[in-house]
């Protein structure tokens, strides 16, 4: 079955910088990936879907990419500021009807 | 606009007792419902997700059980909770098959004593 993969170790960046997080998946090349954030105490909130035929998305300050060669999404945050931090979850389509979630890669940006 | 809404937001409950968490949609129909379980610094870990009323299909063999009597009513019992059972879980609504996004709720913390 589908494995997605996320560091777990939180990626701590200097307010301004660019953060940049990685989504890998084990398996077949999914029809498209999605993005959400959650924070703490919080629901998942959508942020971004990319297809497989889409290299690169963007949305505001976000953009993520989508590699089926690497089996990778990178999902990059351009001028990050304290409040972008909270954990950043990759969500593969399993099924019809289902996603599968990574753990999630919690970021912090020190002000 | 559509809203999800599910409580109560925190629950404190003894080994043993039964459980009853709610949640509802507003301001869509026939939305594909879904039930997960999130482990502290875990993953999202489907439970139940209902296409229909009366639809459910189960993910994972536990002591829980969810039923959908309405259309935007989902709801995740348990006769006899475990130790086990403590964590966070959050109702999500989609429509659609395929790329459409899921849409969360704030949850619910469920502790076992």
Do not use: M
């Amino acid at each position: 079955s589908q494995k997605i993969e996320q560091n777990s170790e939180a990626l701590n960046i200097q307010e301004g910088k660019t953060a940049t997080l990685t989504c890998n998946y084990t398996n077949y090349s999914p029809a498209y990936l999605q993005w959400y954030r959650q924070d703490p105490g919080r629901g998942p909130v959508f942020l971004l879907l990319i297809r497989e035929n889409e290299k690169e998305k963007r949305k505001e300050r976000l953009k993520v990419t989508f590699d089926t060669t690497l089996k990778q999404s990178l999902f990059h945050i351009t001028a990050s500021q304290p409040a972008d931090s909270a954990t950043y979850l990759c969500a593969l389509r399993d099924s019809s009807y289902k996603l599968i979630f990574g753990s999630g890669t919690r970021l912090l940006v020190r002000p | 606009s559509q809203t999800i809404h599910q409580w109560p937001a925190t629950l404190v409950q003894p080994v043993g007792s039964p459980l009853s968490l709610e949640c509802t949609v507003e301001g869509t129909s026939n939305p594909n419902l879904y039930w997960y379980r999130q482990a502290a610094g875990r993953g999202l870990q489907l439970l139940f997700y209902s296409v229909g009323i009366g639809q459910i299909s189960s993910e994972v063999p536990q002591n829980l059980s969810a039923s959908r009597p309405q259309d935007r009513q989902f709801i995740l019992s348990s006769k006899k909770l475990l130790l086990s059972d403590s964590g966070f879980y959050l109702c999500a609504w989609s429509v659609g098959q395929g790329v459409q996004p899921q849409h969360f709720g704030d949850g619910t913390r469920l502790s076992i004593l």
